[in-house]
Nanobody, 129 residues
Framework: QVQLVESGGGLVQPGGSLRLSCTASGETLDHYAIGWFRQAPGKEREAVSCISGKTTTTYYEDSAKGRFTVSRDKTKNTVYLQMNSLRPEGQAVYYC??????????????????????WGQGTQVTVSS
């Protein structure tokens, strides 16, 4: 069973930056849509961003636009989420997810992707002074 693995979370002050990584063992992520999501305590999971597996297109929710950047390094089989100007409301467990090519929809419905069947265990991001 392929599993996605997130890393890079930690404690950061408001206004600070973190770079999250998403990789996989036993699977090449090059051509798959990878989405980033977060879930704060007591709240539902929400989408943050998605990078297409078919094109170079990236997508961002309003909360991430202008501050977060999603990118892919094929040489490292890793997708990154660079988060700048972090806010206290950004504190959450961050997850990456994908359909690993099992569906035709790529990032089309990434805001609520029932077709994303592969998820990581999450990495905690704490934004606090």
């Amino acid at each position: 069973q392929v599993q996605l693995v997130e890393s890079g979370g930690g404690l950061v002050q408001p206004g600070g930056s973190l770079r999250l990584s998403c990789t996989a063992s036993g699977e090449t992520l090059d051509h798959y849509a990878i989405g980033w999501f977060r879930q704060a305590p007591g709240k539902e999971r929400e989408a943050v961003s998605c990078i297409s597996g078919k094109t170079t297109t990236t997508y961002y929710e309003d909360s991430a636009k202008g501050r977060f950047t999603v990118s892919r390094d094929k040489t490292k089989n890793t997708v990154y989420l660079q988060m700048n100007s972090l806010r206290p409301e950004g504190q959450a467990v961050y997850y990456c997810g994908s359909d690993l090519g099992k569906s035709p929809w790529d990032c089309d419905y990434y805001s609520d992707p029932p077709y994303f069947g592969f998820w990581g265990q999450g990495t905690q991001v704490t934004v606090s002074s």
